[in-house]
């Protein structure tokens, strides 16, 4: 044990470090207008935390206040540090934003200094962001969007009139008339209606309850707050999540932070990730040795792996859940991209609710959507939906309550979310404009959807399942034993090095298969198919040349 | 311990019941359409989960495949219930959105279908929501999101260059200058920016770094997000934070959530709910008795009590909080709102650079700013910022990443904030209407603060502190002893009991102290000063008398 006596005498002999280094870590914060700051150097208050991280926290905070009482209060250790934080949230990852992005925008920083490279722009196929690759926006949303911001626009000839009736309808389900009231924390109730008469069209007629409804911060916001009210246990009662492998990290990235037990199921990269039954079988019965398996969530379009599920394969799910007793989550929020012949999007719900009652009138269920993605793209509104199904009303009323605190989701993005589920029908004068708008957008994707599988196959060493859906190619690559040797010296993914050395050389930002999880000794990058045909063409006639020279350079 | 074969007959016994009660529980989802849905009865389920609870989660999901196993997966018990769901989450309170406000939607949906009642409108005072209480947007505010929502509206001569100019800066640090893309996790670049610049100007010259802010999705967001970092240990180490009491009841649940140990301090209210040293010193040393307290939570101007606290007052926290260790979170979404003569915001930042290299150097401090409140009023935008101080590199990178986890604020919400903290200048074409409109919204809350205390300290019985900020009031209410011994014999609190009868009785609605928290013996409600004046003084009017007659009838 460390004396309050030692630790002052270790801050003693740390103190020398202090003056020359804070100038340089608060850099950012001092500028050159108070550089007569003093700041404890990170170094020593890291040390210390260190040194002291074998005491208590309760015998840490003693010797904090033994050093405040001895007046060295501006050096003290700083509160939170990476010793003593939340642990959870240390081991939360999310590649989607991780270190290869955050060098990508470094990239185009020093590309804007006038750096030389050997490229001249980076090409972002990291993450599916729709309108920042150059995706127009709908027409349509935009106007009622602003109709209902500047109300006052409802005077003016050049706005349609099924455009002012959406937003008036939106209005009118405002508090005082404005978006920039509070909407319910469940959502605006005539939102919720809409989104309910969607679901039941897109379902052949299964009934929706508004009531099951939840507006959301995007379907991330959904599918946390569920994960939240499954999360249990300890020890080997602690809940346990089914996700697949690959899986888009919001999952675990959630998962870690709750501190619920991820439980992994691959897909079957053979055929064409689909999922079998017989894995997650295997995946359960392993998970039920060591935590409570509780859920099983499963994303269809696929992402990163753009696989669109068949009906069958639904209803096989569906019955291995009924069977095990798991809660299903269903993430639907690429329901309007398939592009593959012979691919249809079966929603879970529909397919539950065509297995009959055994099956519709127990197995709970939460699916999700969004504004983010389908042909309308628009990530930054921040709308989503989920409905709950079979849901205990008790515990209905808890997720009610939960939703309370953060009040309610942006109340642009539920009028987004309204648009997208109420657009303009036949014979209003928005039709054919959104219709046309809705096409192009929807054709534009197939086509890139087919031009990345095809061109990614001709490279040898890359194996590309169809992209059937969704916005993203999962390809395999064949990786040379050097490559993978040194990438394992530097304590790197070998995907990692590769992409890594992708961004480097020819400006192109993909996302490693690592970070999404893959079958050991796989390697797989997630390629969006975002970006306009031609720099689309570009980047797979780049990507080719790299992945050979990449492949002689280590063989 | 049960059987799974004891399990079985207990289904049995309890098929009976499950016919004739399904469809009135799942009423809703099935209506007319499926009737012929069977579902269990919420009676068994919750039965079942009731006797299985001794047992642990794995022996009883046993028990639950050997139930399917026999055939009964139809009548299975739910997998997520209240005894099964996450415990932490059951504890979460919200008295802002609680029961009181649920029953006043009711009373609302009962008067739309022609119920007779001693009121003809609910008067919502519960909520700080000013839109909805008939507060006007800021014109230039709202065009600017028309702009950004529409981009073709910049050739509308209509439009003022100035709004013209901000959408279109704004736009440019959009990716394809959409507000449908993502923004980068922190926030768009040249609002933070921008934040930084109206910080600086706020602060009489005390520099801010960019780096340093992140944008929020309303202040809610950050507050939860640095708590989330702040968490950590178990048992005596358990990390305890300390908020005022009364406090604005995101924190309470917040902490609920997390599992952090709540630490008490109490507002003053014979010194105009002000903080005192002595207090903080009480509530700190009791806590580490129990736990580990970390952190300091200060809401200035105070919600729910309507203070602004002195400079002196700030400073001493200041100290307190260097002298003790402990991390300064300072919620100050109600900046502009200071009504009273004498008073004047000051923030902790401000104070803390004031106070010299000692303290700015070295106490960690986390500020909040939000659009909701202030003269702007736009919660539904979910708008916000955070400023960090004296952060922990490594933490910084962490919150960063958490964050990243979540894509982005919404954007519309951002590019409000950037209005807030760039609104026009002397010299544009906008800045007069702007300044007519801000100044009216805020003479006028001004007027309402006064209003309220003066009206409120005429009823015998109610004594209330002058409102000289923010936009509440929180009254002491006199409860005769009769209506204390009914409202604990009915298991409520008594000043429930008082909100939830002058609901009934007068349609207002207002929240009852204790869901802020009060010192055990006195009563409160809270009270918000929005309603439009004339609609505020009718309030008054008819609270007084309700007051009158409450305290004769239990006398």
Not at 241 to 261: D, F, K, N, R
Not at 404 to 423: E, I, K, T, W
Request: hydrophobic letters at 35%; charged letters at 20%; one cysteine or more.
């Amino acid at each position: 044990m460390l004396s309050s006596r030692n630790v002052w005498i270790f801050i003693q002999a740390e103190k020398k470090h202090i003056c020359h280094r804070s100038s340089k870590h608060f850099a950012g914060l001092n500028k050159s207008r108070d550089s007569s700051v003093i700041t404890p150097s990170p170094l020593s208050s890291f040390s210390l935390s260190k040194s002291l991280s074998g005491l208590s926290a309760a015998r840490r905070g003693l010797i904090h206040r033994k050093m405040s009482e001895n007046g060295v209060t501006s050096r003290r250790s700083k509160v939170l540090t990476i010793d003593t934080m939340n642990a959870t949230v240390k081991k939360v990852e999310y590649a989607v934003r991780g270190p290869i992005v955050q060098r990508a925008v470094q990239i185009e920083k020093e590309l804007n200094e006038g750096a030389k490279k050997p490229f001249t722009e980076v090409i972002k196929a990291n993450i599916g962001d729709a309108h920042a690759m150059g995706q127009q926006p709908i027409t349509f949303f935009r106007q009622v969007l602003a109709l209902c911001s500047y109300p006052e626009l409802m005077n003016e000839n050049s706005f349609p009139e099924d455009a002012k009736g959406r937003a008036h309808r939106i209005l009118q389900g405002c508090g005082g008339k404005s978006i920039g009231a509070y909407s319910a924390s469940q959502g605006i109730e005539c939102i919720r209606q809409d989104v309910a008469r969607y679901i039941e069209r897109r379902d052949g007629g299964v009934p929706c309850d508004p009531d099951n409804i939840y507006l959301t911060t995007g379907a991330s916001d959904g599918i946390v707050t569920m994960l939240k009210l499954l999360v249990s246990g300890e020890g080997q009662s602690r809940t346990g999540i089914m996700i697949s492998i690959p899986q888009y990290p919001l999952y675990s990235a959630a998962l870690a932070e709750l501190g619920a037990v991820q439980v992994n199921y691959y897909l079957n990269e053979e055929k064409c990730w689909s999922m079998d039954i017989s894995e997650l079988q295997r995946s359960l019965e392993a998970a039920r040795q060591h935590c409570n398996p509780r859920a099983l969530c499963v994303i269809n379009p696929g992402n990163p792996t753009g696989q669109v599920q068949s009906r069958e394969c639904i209803e096989e799910v569906i019955k291995f859940a009924a069977k095990e007793n798991l809660f299903l989550m269903a993430d639907e929020v690429y329901q309007d991209n398939v592009y593959a012949d012979g691919c249809e999007f079966h929603s879970f719900k529909k397919v539950l609710f065509e297995m009959g009652p055994e099956y519709s009138g127990t197995v709970e269920l939460a699916s999700f959507h969004s504004t983010s993605k389908c042909y309308m793209g628009e990530c930054g509104f921040r709308g989503g939906y989920m409905e709950v199904i079979n849901m205990d009303q008790e515990v209905k009323a808890q997720l009610t309550k939960l939703v309370s605190v953060r009040l309610c989701p942006p109340v642009p993005g539920q009028a987004l979310m309204d648009l997208v589920v109420n657009p303009p029908q036949p014979g209003e004068p928005s039709y054919n404009t959104f219709m046309k708008e809705r096409t192009a957008t929807l054709s534009n994707l197939a086509e890139k959807a087919k031009l990345t599988e095809q061109i990614l196959n001709t490279v040898p060493g890359i194996m590309c399942n169809p992209v059937q859906g969704a916005m993203y190619s999962f390809p395999q690559i064949t990786l040379p034993e050097r490559a993978i040797k040194e990438a394992k010296e530097k304590g790197q993914a070998p995907d990692m090095l590769y992409c890594m050395k992708l961004l480097e050389e020819t400006g192109i930002c993909l996302v490693p298969g690592s970070g999404f999880g893959q079958r050991d000794g796989t390697y797989h990058f997630r390629m969006t198919i975002l970006p306009p045909t031609e720099k689309l063409k570009i980047l797979l006639s780049k990507l080719k040349e790299f992945h050979q020279k990449f492949t002689q350079q280590y063989s």
